[in-house]
C-alpha cells in the first residue's frame, strides 16, 4: 500500500534554513512520512521496525518508536546444514582474525532513521544512509565530492584523507555555518548509516559524508554514506518527551492513590 512519491505535510524548510535531508528524509518529519520516503527510494526497499530502544530515558512502560531500518529485498536461499555451518565458522574466524567483513555488496544501500515523540507523534532526530554503485557505475570520487558540495553548500570540514573522503557540515542552532574559528565545528559530530546520534544544545544540523574509493582504483568511488541530525531541537525533543512521561507517570500514580483511598479494603488488623 505504499504511494510513491509520498505525500509530505510536514511543513519544508525555510528558505535561508540549512539544506538538511538525505534523499528527502529530513528532521522534523513524521515516522510514517519518513518510512514512506525510504519506501519510495526503490521498489524493493523494505523497512523493519520500529525500534523500540535507544535513548537512555525512562519510558514507564510507554513503547517509543525509537527509528527504523531499511534494507534492499534479497531472494531467499535455501542453505543446507553444511553451508551453515561453513557460514558460521567463516564468521567467527573473520572476528577472531579481526577481518573486515561488510554487510552490503555493490548496487545495494541501507538506512537508518533515528526518530522520538510520544507513542503516536514520533519525529524524525537523523537519517543515514550508505550506497555502494553496482559494478561498472562507479562514478569518480571527485564528482561525488562536487556534488554533496552543490547540494549542502560548503563544508565545515574536507578532508581528503587516504581510504576516505571525508567532509561535514556543522551549524549552531541559530542556523549560522561553523568555520574554522568556531568551536562547534569539531564539537559537534553527524550520524550515518549504522546510527547512533549525539544530542546537544550547543548543535544544531549536522550533516555528514564519507566517500570511499574502490581498492583498485582509488579515483572512483565505491561507497557513499551520508547522514543527517538536528541535535539541539533533538535534544529538546527527548527531554520533553521524559518530562511528560513523568508528569503523565506521577498523574497516573496520584489517581491511583485517590481510588485506593476511597474504595480500597480497610486492613484487617
Do not use: H
Request: charged content about 25%.
Amino acid at each position: 500500500n505504499v504511494k510513491c512519491p509520498a505525500r509530505i505535510e510536514t511543513p519544508p524548510r525555510a528558505a535561508d534554513a540549512p539544506v538538511d535531508d538525505v534523499v528527502g528524509v529530513r528532521p522534523g518529519m513524521t515516522y510514517e512520512e519518513a518510512a514512506n520516503v525510504v519506501m519510495c527510494s526503490n521498489d524493493l526497499m523494505v523497512v523493519t521496525g520500529p525500534i523500540t530502544r535507544g535513548f537512555n530515558i525512562q519510558t514507564y512502560g510507554q513503547e517509543l518508536r525509537q527509528g527504523f531500518t531499511a534494507r534492499l529485498a534479497e531472494p531467499r536461499v535455501e542453505k543446507t546444514s553444511k553451508q551453515i555451518m561453513e557460514e558460521m565458522q567463516d564468521d567467527m574466524m573473520a572476528r577472531s582474525g579481526n577481518r573486515v567483513r561488510y554487510d552490503l555488496q555493490p548496487g545495494q544501500s541501507k538506512w537508518n532513521v533515528t526518530t522520538m515523540g510520544l507513542p503516536g507523534e514520533e519525529k524524525v532526530i537523523g537519517a543515514g544512509r550508505e550506497e555502494w554503485y553496482a559494478e561498472g557505475k562507479n562514478p569518480t570520487m571527485a564528482s561525488v565530492a562536487d556534488a554533496l558540495v552543490k547540494k549542502y553548500g560548503t563544508p565545515s570540514i574536507d578532508q581528503d584523507n587516504p581510504g576516505q573522503r571525508f567532509i561535514r557540515w556543522v551549524y549552531d542552532p541559530f542556523g549560522r555555518l561553523a568555520t574554522e574559528t568556531s568551536p562547534i565545528r569539531n564539537q559537534c559530530a553527524g550520524t550515518g548509516a549504522s546510527g547512533g546520534v549525539n544530542l546537544s544544545p550547543d548543535c544544531g544540523i549536522v550533516v555528514e559524508a564519507r566517500v570511499t574509493p574502490m581498492r583498485d582504483n582509488p579515483d572512483l568511488a565505491r561507497s557513499l554514506e551520508t547522514g543527517v541530525v538536528d541535535q539541539a531541537n533533538g535534544y529538546e525533543l527527548v527531554t520533553s518527551v521524559e518530562q511528560t512521561l513523568q508528569a503523565m507517570e506521577q498523574q497516573k500514580r496520584a489517581k491511583a492513590v485517590e481510588d485506593a483511598a476511597q474504595n480500597a479494603d480497610a486492613p484487617t488488623l
